[in-house]
Each structure stands twice: as structure tokens, then as C-alpha cells.
């Protein structure tokens, strides 16, 4: 299983980026597929998810709004476009099988790559 992360990198606050994932190893439209971040000092959290099905999504209250995730099942490719990112936004970026259980997506699979940072300055 590799789901490889890329396109992190300084983005000024209200600007926009794009974030790519490629993943391999597994069959792809089983899985829910989202990204997580961890900020400096705090614990990693799910921002948003989409579902290998239906194309649902979730995304969490911080980047309602402002971030949109979306998925190339033929090429098995997971995108996150940032819109008006904040300074807060400044975090590790990594892609990851993903489910909403009790509210609070998961990593089902349990993989975790190296992440890209993003960098967002005021």
C-alpha cells in the first residue's frame, strides 16, 4: 500500500494550492480516501474524506468552505484544492484511506506516507 502526497509548499494567506496523492496496492474504489494534517505541536487530524462509492464527502469545520477534496478513480488520484488557506492551515499534509466513524474520520488501512508540508504566511 503507497498513498504519496505532493504539491505542499509556501502559500500566502487568501491565495489558493493543490495538493496531490497517488496511491497504489490496493483496489482503489474500495476504500474511502481523504487527507489528515498535523500542525506543529498538536496531534494529527482528518480534514476531509470521499467516499470510494458514492463520491460523498466530509469535510471538517475548519476547512468547510474553503478546501474541496476530490478523486480520479481511473488513475487513482486524490486532490485537495486550498482556497483562501489561513495561516492556520500550516501543517504536514498526508493522504490516507479513509472513513467517518462517530464523526471523526480514520485511517482504516493504517498507512501513513511522509506527507507534504504546507506553509501558509500572513
Known amino acids: 500500500v503507497q498513498l504519496q502526497a505532493s504539491g505542499g509548499g509556501l502559500v500566502q494567506a487568501g491565495g489558493s494550492l493543490r495538493l496531490s496523492c497517488a496511491a497504489s496496492g490496493f483496489t482503489f474504489t474500495y476504500y474511502g480516501v481523504g487527507w489528515f494534517r498535523q500542525a506543529p505541536g498538536k496531534e494529527r487530524e482528518g480534514i476531509s474524506c470521499?467516499?470510494?462509492?458514492?463520491?460523498?464527502?466530509y469535510y471538517a469545520d475548519s476547512v468547510k468552505g474553503r478546501f474541496t477534496i476530490s478523486r480520479d478513480n481511473a488513475r487513482y488520484m486524490v486532490y485537495l484544492q486550498m482556497d483562501n488557506p489561513k495561516p492556520d492551515d500550516t501543517a504536514v499534509y498526508y493522504c490516507?484511506?479513509?472513513?467517518?466513524?462517530?464523526?471523526?474520520?480514520?485511517?482504516?488501512?493504517?498507512?501513513w506516507g511522509q506527507g507534504t508540508l504546507v506553509t501558509v504566511s500572513s
Open positions: 470521499i467516499s470510494g462509492t458514492d463520491g460523498s464527502t
Open positions: 490516507a484511506t479513509c472513513i467517518v466513524q462517530r464523526g471523526t474520520p480514520e485511517n482504516p488501512i493504517g498507512y
